[in-house]
């Protein structure tokens, strides 16, 4: 077997076949000899399926903290997570360009194995294409999530009420700082890290702790966009405070001298809580408790005024609004 | 907005949110407006869920009989239909590249609808990332499919049992020819059409009609690559006759133009049935009452000889081993 990925790997012949069953049918199958079935078959616990996909085109495809193949099982985990479903099984859908190391691959395949294990969930199904040098950088995955929620669990974007208290699970902007610094050849005396993690346990916790009305991961477009998303989405106010959202300095630094805002930049292992007012203790203790959690803070609350935007109250005591993303800040980002 | 893709539209900002709302929300919601949740919340029919992915990157992304919007939603129908699963549910996730005419995306977006409610799938949930020009070419789009299979209804590649007969539901080799001549700018008297089509419908028909013990679309690969996976899997040997496979005059002609073999090239909508000899006559007689199957044959059959392998009974009447494609046939066919 040549030590690159060929066109012949993706003909769907003999040398796809080699490939599937030496990259990944070894590391996902789980003894589970399903590898060669057009489509799997599947047992789901009571509840109601939650269906998700994402596709994964980062770049650098290793970077600190992780690299694609874990953020492809950590993202589709999460989004799951994001409507309170346990996850259960995921597909992957690899677009491969000719050339790519095949060692490259075998290690984005551990990866996968490696946090799938972590976050209790099967790949179940697969796919594989080649396109011609050129045509592709390297690696694209596909993963889409199956998961089950919970008759008693009502968790959507729209649910956010006046008087909701919102929370963060911990520090903002690791994961695209690391990323941006990574990419430009910056280096700072504490290394910036990815944040990327799979949340499913940490939202588990969570339930357990409150009636949650809303979750949301704060990845492209970062903190700012995905409260406008939710602002939006349920026609509220939103009110936060610049104080109290947790940024480690690192990646204070490095925005500063990128001209990039924390704020704006994505997670890949927090996410956002908007629960009623009088459990936002509970919930930020349930948080902490965890160690995905130990920075949480609550950073607003949900109010009556100006639905459908967002405000920031500012270090100096003042308001200013705080919009969506505009333009683009970081291609390839996840 | 601009009239093509830019890397903002993958920002998961403003425009990341114009482009969804724009392009697939307004084509795949049917009303529902869970557009801008992280997972889609389904019901399930009782049964045991079936679920599978496909990633497409054929070029062109436009051809004779359909385009990659079409083919996403057949490739995915088609395999969950292959475990005898009612195809329900779809994700779709895009890659584009920057650049690519928007009258391009929204083409394919309209063209995954139609064949969307063609097929009874709706798609719940979806994922687009820009990479920069040169990064991708113009569009890979990736489909998970989440069906159910009636709890009497067992089809596996392992299924296959000596003295089963094996059954094409039509003409092999109408969608890789098509797609190769029109790369290679080549004219025919007949145009050459794909057989893109999603197959729920025929494969209800089948199983009504009897205990079908294996189904299997042969796409990438061909008939003959698709016969040894069954072979194999079911560790039965199988006799097929060159002269009972059905292929089109304008296909035949094509391949010998381009130096191919049929039996080795892509279709998009057929399938390969594997039923009780006794059941063959029935099997045929529903197939070919179906509009997609008027000319379905009987190609051959299975037998406790040469277990993993399929030898082809020439027009000569001698025997010769069909074996997997080898090698790279025709790249991005699908």
């Known amino acids: 077997m040549s030590d690159i990925v060929t066109l012949a790997h993706g003909s769907g012949g003999k040398l796809s076949h080699e490939l599937v069953l030496d990259v990944f049918v070894s590391r996902f199958s789980d003894g589970e000899p399903d590898g060669l079935e057009d489509a799997a078959i599947l047992r789901l616990p009571p509840g109601r399926p939650a269906l998700t996909t994402d596709s994964y085109v980062i770049q650098p495809r290793f970077f600190p903290g992780g690299d694609i193949g874990k953020l492809a099982v950590c993202g589709t985990v999460n989004d799951l997570s994001m409507r309170g479903a346990v996850p259960l099984y995921l597909t992957a859908g690899f677009v491969l360009e000719e050339g790519l190391p095949l060692g490259d691959l075998r290690r984005i395949a551990a990866s996968m194995a490696a946090t799938a294990r972590e976050a209790g969930v099967r790949v179940v199904a697969g796919d594989t294409k080649v396109v011609e040098r050129g045509a592709a950088d390297g690696v694209f995955i596909n993963t889409a999530g199956l998961g089950v929620v919970a008759d008693d669990i009502h968790i959507s974007a729209r649910n956010a009420r006046p008087g909701d208290a919102i929370l963060v699970s911990g520090a903002m902007g690791d994961h695209g700082l690391s990323i941006m610094t990574r990419r430009e050849g910056l280096a700072f005396e504490s290394p910036l890290m990815s944040d990327c993690a799979p949340l499913h ?53 490095a925005s500063e001298l990128l001209g990039l805002d924390p704020l704006y930049v994505a997670n890949e292992g927090k996410f956002i809580a908007i629960v009623p007012g009088d459990c936002a203790d509970d919930a930020l203790a349930a948080l902490r408790r965890h160690p995905l959690g130990r920075e949480a803070a609550v950073i607003g609350r949900v109010v009556e005024d100006h639905p459908g935007r967002v405000t920031l109250r500012t270090l100096l005591g003042t308001h200013r609004l705080l919009d969506m993303l505009a333009g683009e800040q970081l291609p390839r980002i996840c």
């Open 201 to 253: 346990d940490i939202v588990a916790a969570l339930l357990a702790a409150c009636p949650v009305h809303v979750l949301r991961d704060p990845t492209r477009g970062g903190l700012a966009t995905a409260l406008n998303e939710l602002a939006s989405a349920s026609s509220v106010g939103i009110e936060v405070e610049d104080a109290s959202i947790p940024v480690h300095d690192p990646v204070r630094a």
